[in-house]
């Protein structure tokens, strides 16, 4: 049963962050690796990703549960991994780039790794099929928070208008039960998280 954090309404978004994220990272590296494995399991066996062709995930970074079994687990069930690049030019916005094993990567602004840039890499949105993406925390409601850069809200923006299927990864201590609102926050249809698949 998963217990939720205490959280007062009075909470600022940042204040939330700081806590999720503290308690992220408290998990032991045991844990980490344990949560890791299960989730991907969990993953796969995710409608959507079962029938996925192209699949975007994340380098986890800051105690985020580890993507790197279902990044393996993904490949071998022969799907296409892309991983995000900060868009070079359009400031705020991300592309998706092609990643495999011989991929090199190269680090960021945000020192969050990242492929190289190379436009023979790139996926429009409208060819993906699924895009896992990061979260410091979500809800019972299927609101996410992420880190604050926006850069997420603003890929998911219009995301109805393609066929990718968008869902959440997480660790199931960053559930809260309500988050606060704003207008630009994007609620994700789904979060898969080790012990369990959130669907709204």
Request: hydrophobic letters at 40%.
């Amino acid at each position: 049963m998963t217990q939720l954090p205490e959280l007062p309404l009075t909470l600022s978004r940042q204040e939330i962050r700081k806590m999720i994220r503290q308690r992220r990272r408290a998990l032991t590296p045991e844990q980490q690796q344990e949560m890791g494995q299960q989730a991907a399991t969990r993953m796969m066996t995710y409608p959507p990703v079962v029938m996925a062709h192209t699949v975007a995930v994340f380098l986890s970074f800051d105690g985020e549960l580890d993507t790197l079994p279902l990044i393996e687990q993904l490949w071998r069930a022969g799907k296409r991994v892309y991983l995000p690049v900060l868009h070079p030019f359009s400031a705020g916005n991300l592309l998706f780039l092609n990643y495999h094993p011989q991929s090199e990567l190269v680090m960021n602004r945000l020192k969050i790794h990242e492929p190289k840039l190379d436009v023979r890499d790139v996926l429009p949105l409208s060819r993906l099929d699924v895009l896992i993406t990061p979260l410091v925390a979500f809800d019972e409601y299927g609101q996410r928070l992420g880190m604050g850069g926006g850069f997420y809200d603003r890929t998911l923006q219009n995301w109805q208008h393609y066929k990718m299927q968008p869902v959440g990864y997480a660790h199931d201590c960053q559930l809260v039960e309500k988050l606060p609102v704003e207008e630009w926050d994007i609620p994700l249809p789904a979060v898969v998280t080790p012990s369990k698949v959130w669907e709204w």
